[in-house]
């Protein structure tokens, strides 16, 4: 049984910066493909960034390019999502995902679609 935990969403001013981590138990990973979506009220799903095994490319939306940092510590089994430079149209639920099927497309690495395991989510609120 695979399990994520997200954790580190809160409030905060516009400018401001924010760290998620999110804890991953089960299954094996290192290998694993991992992703972070949010979901913003009346808003579909969207795609954040993503941190693909094998190779280590990392994706990041448009929107978050340059202020957004992905990375992943297989010694602690965590993915975290640095945000900086944080905007009101940052406000959302993050969620966390894992893929463990190997190999993807660009098109995947960015479909919520692909994964195949996620997290209870953690809100992150941007005051302007």
């Known amino acids: 049984q695979v399990q994520l935990v997200e954790s580190g969403g809160g409030l905060v001013q516009a400018g401001g910066s924010l760290r998620l981590s999110c804890a991953v138990s089960?299954?094996?990973?290192?290998?694993?493909?991992l992703g972070w979506f949010r979901h913003a009220p009346g808003k579909e799903r969207e795609f954040v960034s993503s941190?693909?095994?094998?190779?280590?490319?990392?994706f990041y939306a448009d929107s978050v390019k340059g202020r957004f940092t992905i990375s992943k510590d297989n010694a602690k089994n965590t993915v975290t999502l640095q945000m900086n430079s944080l905007k009101p149209e940052d406000t959302a639920v993050y969620y966390c995902?894992?893929?463990?099927?190997?190999?993807?497309?660009?098109?995947?690495?960015?479909?919520?679609?692909?994964?195949?395991?996620w997290g209870q989510g953690t809100q992150v609120t941007v005051s302007s």
């Open positions: 995902a894992a893929r463990s099927r190997i190999g993807l497309t660009t098109a995947q690495a960015m479909d919520s679609g692909a994964y195949d395991y």
């Open positions: 089960g299954g094996i990973f290192s290998t694993y493909t």
């Open positions: 941190f693909i095994w094998p190779g280590g490319r990392k």
